[in-house]
């Protein structure tokens, strides 16, 4: 079996409006120590990220202290909204959950975010056979993936895991087939 921990990255400072630059919050920064704590028994062989740093700043303390390195996979990176910033991001995000073409002016649909997002996981796995990964993402992105392989992961159970940043996602595959998943719930994990 071929293990995936998908992290979705903790809180972003939201005053940042460039997507790819920006970092975590005071309080994301606080909230990665969660993660460090929840992988310190679990063997991880490798860790790839999205290029956006809030990715990179929520899984990196884990990689150091795994003392792993990890790899930047541009098509891990969360959609493109468009070239404006949204004020009802509910809205539209439940457009595009509703339909997987919806995509605003230069912005990208669901359906070619999971495109790109499976090609990426797959190659990863294939390189990875039998060991234990760490996926660095959103949870656009993430959710994408999970409804790939469980159509019934839809809108609704996107908004339930919407607010939770960090979260976990554990998946165990065999070969490139998902055999299982589940949430993670750090809160829970560390009472």
């Not at 005071?26 to 909230?31: P, Q």
């Not at 990890?70 to 891990?76: Q, T």
């Not at 509910?90 to 499976?118: A, M, P, T």
Request: charged fraction near 30%; hydrophobic fraction near 40%.
């Amino acid at each position: 079996m071929t293990i995936v921990y998908f992290v979705r990255h903790a809180q972003p400072n939201i005053d940042i409006h460039n997507d790819a630059m920006r970092p975590l919050s005071v309080k994301g920064l606080e909230d990665r120590e969660k993660l460090v704590f929840y992988f310190k028994q679990k063997k991880v062989d490798v860790a790839y990220s999205s290029p956006f740093k809030r990715a990179i700043e929520t899984i990196d303390p884990i990689v150091k202290d795994k003392r792993i390195s990890y790899l930047i996979d541009e098509n891990l990176r969360e959609r493109k909204i468009g070239n404006e910033w949204i004020t009802n991001f509910n809205d539209y995000c439940k457009k595009q959950w509703e339909n997987f073409e919806y995509h605003l002016s230069n912005g990208e649909s669901l359906k070619k975010v999971q495109y790109r997002n499976i090609k990426a996981l797959e190659n990863i796995i294939e390189k990875n056979l039998n060991k234990t990964i760490i996926v660095g993402s959103h949870g656009t992105a993430i959710g994408t993936i999970i409804n790939y392989y469980d159509s019934s992961f839809t809108y609704e159970k996107f908004v339930k895991i919407q607010p939770l940043m960090p979260f976990i996602i554990k998946a165990e595959f065999k070969v490139l087939v998902l055999k299982e998943y589940h949430l993670i719930d750090l809160d829970f994990f560390l009472r």
